[in-house]
């Protein structure tokens, strides 16, 4: 089974400070995806990568920063944590296979800036 | 307007009824289709692929309209367990594994 974790399910955190969401995928996946949920806006997704080192803006990069140095990890980073990104935050994975589009998802962090 | 749209309902049905999601996309060349299960609290998962000719698995059914560009999920005799949030998903020619969500329909199932 693909296991997805994230590093916690539940996170306050005050405006102005950074920020760190790690994400660990077990299944040796070469993408991974940050999206954030919020209610009536559905999964946007943040930045993605398909490569060590190599990432990607999505469709809402602003404000965020992320980091892959190996092909297991990828962390989110709010440089400096606003109000406005109080919400859950979604990693995934998936493999690069003609067709496969399946994506795995973690818990999900549930971040409240304060 | 939104590339994924869906109705966000909630759907009220009682069990052993027959409940029907649709889903409208902007993008013609959009090549790929899903239907993803969000239960409450829960990450998303794979419900089912949506192919071309419309493909069954089980009580679930999917089928793709590329002309009108929307697709549907039919749901028959409904479970309590099927109570949960259905996503429409999309992937677009040349965007790689990227996918586009929905913002989901909600489903509740009652006795």
């Known amino acids: 089974d693909v296991k997805v974790t994230q590093s916690s399910r539940y996170l306050v955190k005050r405006t102005g400070e950074k920020v760190f969401l790690e994400c660990v995928q077990d299944?040796?996946?070469?993408?991974m995806f940050w999206y954030r949920q919020d209610p009536g806006l559905g999964l946007r997704l943040i930045y993605f990568?398909?490569?060590?080192?190599?990432?990607e803006k999505g469709d809402i990069p602003e404000g965020y920063s992320v980091s892959r140095e190996k092909k297991e990890r990828f962390s989110l980073i709010l440089e400096s944590a606003s109000t406005n990104q109080t919400s859950m935050y979604l990693c995934?994975?998936?493999?690069?296979?003609?067709?496969?589009?399946?994506?795995?998802f973690g818990p999900g962090t549930r971040l409240t800036v304060t | 307007r939104k590339e994924v749209e869906q109705d966000p309902g909630p759907f009220n049905v009682p069990e052993g009824a027959t409940v029907a999601f649709n889903c409208t996309y902007s993008?013609?060349?959009?090549?790929?289709f899903f239907w993803y299960r969000q239960d409450c609290r829960k990450e998303p998962k794979l419900l089912m692929s949506?192919?071309?000719s419309g493909n069954e698995d089980g009580r679930f059914t999917a089928q793709l309209n590329r002309a009108s560009q929307y697709i549907s999920l039919l749901i028959r005799d409904s479970k309590l367990s099927d109570s949960a949030t259905y996503l429409c998903?999309?992937?677009?020619?040349?965007?790689?594994?990227?996918?586009?969500f929905g913002g989901g329909t909600r489903l509740m199932v009652k006795p």
């Open positions: 995934a994975s998936s493999q690069i296979l003609a067709g496969l589009y399946e994506q795995y």
């Open positions: 299944m040796d996946h070469e993408n």
């Open positions: 990568s398909y490569d060590v080192k190599m990432k």
């Open positions: 993008n013609s060349a959009s090549q790929s």
């Open positions: 949506v192919y071309s």
């Open positions: 998903v999309v992937n677009m020619r040349n965007a790689g594994n990227m996918l586009t």
